[in-house]
């Protein structure tokens, strides 16, 4: 899948407090919207996890209760076996996630969110 990102200018969107999301444009192409100012003040991992976590909902398609949780789960598993997590930013990224605040109904507070995504295979 080819997917498309860009620094959105939607006032809508950037007047939320979501770093990214991703849908499709009219031609049904998959696009990751980013909020320049709020990515890049991220470190460069979790920029990617950010990144790929997006993907994994265009890849995933999942529209479930458990949607976050499992785009949570395909982002680092294709950032494991792509060799974009090693040992030298392992941990910058667990206290990224681990930080993440609670989000109800869909994102449990970010302690929870990485014991669900640690385990994942
Ligand atoms: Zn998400």
Known sequence: MR???FYSDDPTFLSTDYTAFANYDLRGEPIV???RQRISALSAIAQKFVFYHECAHLWTRDDSSNRE??????ALRHMRRSGIIG?????ELRTFIRGLPARPPLYPDGKTQWEKARACR
Request: aromatic share 0%; hydrophobic share 40%; proline share 0%.
């Open 3 to 5: 997917v498309r990102d």
């Open 33 to 35: 919207h980013l909020n």
């Open 69 to 74: 949780l499992s785009a949570n789960c395909a």
């Open 87 to 91: 040992h030298h930013n392992a941990v």
